[in-house]
């Protein structure tokens, strides 16, 4: 499963909507600093969504596990499912 498209409009609309809102909303300091932690942990959901869904082993060549029959990044020592050593 490739999720490259809804990432990269996610992460560019974090970032716009930060800049918009420090730059034109003239935000206190308590604001900026709420704001930044809703969208990082908003951008950490989204990071760990991709985790879930596997997304990140298309990145990188994998096999299937012995053990759990789940696909592993081939370059670990351990699977990423159960652990086992590969």
């Known amino acids: ?3 490259e498209w809804p990432i990269y409009a996610f992460t560019a609309s974090v970032f716009l909507s930060f800049a918009l809102s ?3 909303l003239s935000l206190g300091i308590g604001a900026v600093v709420g704001l930044f ?3 990082t942990a908003a951008y ?3 990071a760990w969504v991709m985790i ?3 997304a990140v082993l298309e990145l990188h060549a994998y ?3 012995p ?5 592993t990044p081939s370059q670990g020592k351990h699977c ?7």
């Open 80 to 86: 990423m499912n159960c652990g086992a050593e590969l």
């Open 52 to 54: 879930k869904q596997k």
């Open 37 to 39: 932690v809703l969208l």
């Open 22 to 24: 420090v730059q034109f």
């Open 67 to 71: 053990t759990c029959d789940e696909l």
């Open 63 to 65: 096999m299937t596990c």
């Open 44 to 46: 950490a959901w989204v």
């Open 1 to 3: 499963m490739r999720l």
